[in-house]
């Protein structure tokens, strides 16, 4: 089936570093492609999305890019800062038939001032 | 309601006993969905309801699991007989477009409810 693989945590960085978050997923369809954010103690949060390839989703500094030929859609922000610490979920959405929005496993990142 | 509300927040329980999940998606939202999240685990799909109909429910674990959504806004999932296996945290979504429509399908999550069985 239909599967999506996230780089694993946690991830600790100084504040200001560069953060790369690394997702892969099924080649199987034209999914949508999602990363939502978990702050501690709240639910899921849409950060960022993207629908076909090339597009490139971003929000509060995170920038991801649809990358077809290698089913990727790492994330990235270039400065983070300590509000940025959470737990993040690649997911992408084959929709219809084939299922539904698919989490990977999670990524926890920590920022220390 | 401006989100989508999930209650009880915590429930805990015993082995053995029954539950009920609530979840009120967000007004107009046809479409809604259950999703598991075990510790340290991503959210998995559990059952998918557009209107008042359950679409899919492939992801229920076994048959002691059973969700409805009679008047297609509110929603109860109900576990019967839990196990201790069953402790997660379950989160319910809701999306104003059907799975499946064209574009993306943005799901808005509630904060969940944190479910122990003892």
């Known amino acids: 089936g239909n599967s999506v693989t996230q780089m694993e945590g946690p991830v600790t960085l100084s504040e200001e570093a560069f953060l790369t978050i690394n997702c892969t997923y099924t080649?199987?369809?034209?999914?949508?492609l999602f990363w939502y954010v978990q702050y501690p103690g709240e639910g899921l949060q849409l950060l960022l999305k993207?629908?076909?390839?090339?597009d490139k989703g971003s929000n509060k500094g995170f920038e991801a890019t649809y990358r077809k030929e290698t089913t990727s859609f790492h994330l990235e922000k270039g400065s983070v800062q300590v509000s940025d610490s959470a737990v993040y979920f690649c997911a992408p959405d084959y929709g219809g038939s084939q299922g539904n929005l698919i989490f990977g496993k999670g990524t926890k990142l920590s920022v220390k001032p | 309601g401006a989100g989508v509300s999930q209650t009880p927040s915590n429930k805990v329980t015993e082995k053995g006993k029954y539950v009920e999940l609530r979840c009120d998606p967000i007004s107009g939202h046809t479409a809604l969905y259950w999703y598991r999240q075990s510790l340290g685990q991503g959210p998995e799909f559990l059952i998918y309801f557009q209107g008042t109909g359950a679409a899919d429910d492939s992801g229920l674990p076994n048959d002691r699991f059973f969700a409805v959504r009679p008047e297609g806004s509110v929603s109860t999932l109900k576990i019967q007989r839990t196990e201790r296996g069953d402790s997660a945290v379950y989160l319910c979504?809701?999306?104003?477009?059907?799975?499946?429509?064209?574009?993306?399908?943005?799901?808005?999550f509630g904060a969940g409810s944190r479910l122990t069985v003892l």
């Open positions: 979504a809701s999306s104003l477009r059907a799975r499946g429509s064209s574009g993306a399908n943005v799901l808005t």
């Open positions: 080649a199987t369809g034209y999914p949508s």
């Open positions: 993207a629908t076909k390839a090339d």
